[in-house]
């Protein structure tokens, strides 16, 4: 069924990452799939610091954190580490979503989502971007 699972996470928001997480563990238990997980740092944030601190300082410091976060959201998901990977990236969740889902030949992408609203519907969400260009399956958990 599934040989590579790309699971789209916030660790900002661990609501919408912990369903995303649960649906995408069992698919891999399921279908003995590889887990490569993906959270994105938007550029923006990163740019409104850098005034401060430096542009690669703030890239760093992100980094780090977001890797900790990552390594303890991974640590308790019963599957062999072989079988778990994660990717930071920084850039527009949408595109690096896409991009990184293409590089490892993922055969589903599945992503958290809130549930719609009228800036949703105005301004398009991650969801719904990762929905409209990806080149795979994507499954929408909420």
């Not at 040989?3 to 928001?13: G, N, P, S």
């Not at 661990?14 to 887990?35: D, W, Y």
């Not at 889902?101 to 301004?123: F, Q, W």
């Amino acid at each position: 069924m599934y040989k590579v699972i790309l699971v789209a996470v916030d660790i900002a928001q661990e609501e919408l990452t912990s369903k995303a997480i649960r649906q995408a563990v069992q698919f891999a238990k399921v279908s003995g799939a590889k887990l490569n997980f993906i959270h994105v740092l938007p550029i923006s944030s990163a740019i409104i610091n850098a005034y401060a601190l430096g542009y690669m300082e703030i890239k760093d410091r992100a980094t780090l954190k977001a890797e900790d976060d990552m390594q303890n959201l991974l640590e308790p998901i019963d599957l062999p580490a072989d079988r778990l990977g994660y990717t930071i990236a920084f850039g527009s969740p949408r595109d690096e979503i896409v991009s990184r889902a293409e590089e490892i030949n993922a055969d589903i992408i599945i992503l958290g989502s809130r549930s719609p609203n009228i800036t949703t519907h105005l301004l398009g969400s991650t969801a719904a971007g990762v929905v409209r260009y990806a080149k795979t399956s994507v499954l929408v958990v909420r």
